[in-house]
Antibody, heavy 120, light 108 residues
């Protein structure tokens, strides 16, 4: 079964740091770009970041650039998101997702999400 | 950045009727557009990619059309399980990949 399982979300104070993980199974993780997408409470979807297959190329939304770092470990089939200098605006459900339908770049596989709450 | 605008924000339709949802891009995205369905407490599910290609396992009552800047998602005969929030997303000009703000499809 194709699966993405996120973990690491929690309640964190403003200015703090958190690392999210996403464990992949059921597909060849190392062959696909991986992404993080977030959804603030009651709001829409916002793409956060992506990493290419070997981890050497990354992109970020302007709102997280310089604070968040995406990475991957293909040996462990795991994606990461290191989040620093967190603010209340980063409160959201964070989903990892990937695009396996080529050449389309639509997110066809999603995790169930992990909740990050930034509050004092 | 390509801005995606969906309309209406909320659509009230009776079961068995047709629903038509719209998505407009601030610049041409060719056919590089996807539609997603999201139910409360769940992750989004891909319905349509390439503007009109149904993803695996998606019922034929879902159809997508359009190209350039104007797109439509049509649900031909609404079932109870179709009431949800729908998002469009462009993948023509990235980063960033951008989503519309969503259309909530509710039971009339």
């Amino acid at each position: 079964e194709v699966q993405l399982v996120e973990s690491g979300g929690s309640l964190i104070q403003p200015g703090g740091s958190l690392r999210l993980s996403c464990a992949a199974s059921g597909f060849t993780f190392s062959s696909y770009w991986m992404h993080w997408v977030r959804q603030a409470p009651g709001k829409g979807l916002l793409w956060v970041s992506r990493v290419n297959t070997d981890g050497r190329s990354t992109s970020y939304a302007d709102s997280v650039k310089g604070r968040f770092t995406i990475s991957r470990d293909n040996a462990k089939n795991t994606l990461y998101l290191q989040m620093n200098s967190l603010s209340v605006e980063d409160t959201a459900v964070y989903y990892c997702a990937t695009m396996t339908i080529r050449p389309a770049r639509a997110f066809d596989i999603w995790g169930q999400g992990t909740v990050v709450t930034v509050s004092s | 950045e390509v801005v995606m605008t969906q309309s209406p924000a909320t659509l009230s339709v009776s079961p068995g009727e047709r629903a038509t949802l719209s998505c407009r891009a601030s610049q041409s995205v060719s056919s590089n557009l996807a539609w997603y369905q999201q139910k409360p407490g769940q992750a989004p599910r891909l319905l349509i990619y390439g503007a009109s290609i149904r993803a695996t396992g998606i019922p034929a009552r879902f159809s997508g059309s359009g190209s350039g800047t104007e797109f439509t998602l049509t649900i031909s005969s609404l079932q109870s399980e179709d009431f949800a929030v729908y998002y469009c997303q462009q993948y023509n000009d990235w980063p960033p990949y951008t989503f519309g703000q969503g259309t909530k499809l509710e039971i009339k």
